[in-house]
């Protein structure tokens, strides 16, 4: 059973910058951000793949955020730079033990966190 609470989320102004936490417990294979607002599908922002150290970005966030793991701490970040208001959205950390497909597909991960709130005004 693997367990994530996630933290960080915030209020910001456009231009600034915030970071995200997720503290997994349990064996992982993958972790990622997904980002979601209401009536729209959850959208994969970035990813970390432990195996190969491989790291993933939705074209929006490229350039802007990047995703890092703290293996001791078996922590996820996403450190978020010059955040725009479409950034806003509720942000979900997830984790995969297993399975295969494409890092943004959402079926792809069994664990969920709570999610976090990242509000950007401009």
């Known amino acids: 059973q693997v367990q994530l609470v996630e933290s960080g989320g915030g209020s910001v102004q456009a231009g600034e910058s915030l970071r995200l936490s997720c503290e997994a417990s349990?064996?992982?294979?993958?972790m990622g951000w997904f980002r979601q607002v209401p009536g729209k599908q959850r959208e994969g922002v970035a990813a970390?793949?432990?195996?190969?150290?491989?790291?993933f970005y939705a074209d929006s966030v490229k350039g802007r955020f990047a995703v890092s793991r703290a293996n001791a701490k078996n922590t996820l970040y996403l450190q978020m730079n010059s955040l725009k208001p479409e950034d806003t959205a509720m942000y979900y950390c997830?984790?995969?033990?297993?399975?295969?497909?494409?890092?943004?597909?959402?079926?792809?991960?069994?664990?969920w966190g709570q999610g976090t709130q990242v509000t950007v005004s401009s």
């Open positions: 997830a984790a995969a033990t297993h399975g295969d497909g494409p890092w943004n597909r959402a079926q792809l991960y069994q664990y």
């Open positions: 349990g064996d992982i294979m993958g």
């Open positions: 970390f793949w432990s195996g190969s150290y491989t790291t």
